[in-house]
């Protein structure tokens, strides 16, 4: 079973920071894609920025210039840093880790997607 779990989200005034931590946790081998989305009250789950596990990266226009994604591989972690937040930027951020192989008791598996909670940010105009 893997699990992801973020950190790193509350109240912050236009203009400020925040930095999104996400670890993946258990029996995983590699990690393909790991990335960030966010959802707004009454909005679709939209992409923020991904990371390939060489580095890669790709941001939705909104978040250009302000936002970074980075990932330690070998920690299974992803991180966001989020500069000149906007109330616009105020969501439920979730973090995802795509194409995830890894071997359990039961045998291996590869390719599997998985999702954590989610942490809220929310910038105060």
């Known amino acids: 079973q893997v699990q992801l779990v973020e950190s790193g989200g509350g109240l912050v005034q236009a203009g400020g920071s925040l930095r999104l931590s996400c670890a993946a946790s258990?029996?995983?081998?590699?990690?393909?894609?790991m990335g960030w989305y966010r959802q707004a009250p009454g909005k679709q789950r939209e992409l923020v920025a991904t990371i390939t596990s060489g580095g890669s990266t790709n941001y939705a226009d909104s978040v250009k210039g302000r936002f970074t994604i980075s990932r330690d591989n070998a920690e299974n972690t992803v991180y966001l840093q989020m500069n000149s937040l906007k109330p616009e930027d105020t969501a439920a951020y979730y973090c995802?880790?795509?194409?995830?192989?890894?071997?359990?008791?039961?045998?291996?598996?590869?390719?599997?997607?998985?999702w954590g909670k989610g942490t809220l940010v929310t910038v105060s105009s």
């Open positions: 995802n880790a795509g194409g995830v192989s890894g071997a359990t008791a039961g045998g291996t598996y590869y390719g599997m997607d998985y």
């Open positions: 258990g029996s995983i081998s590699r990690i393909n894609a």
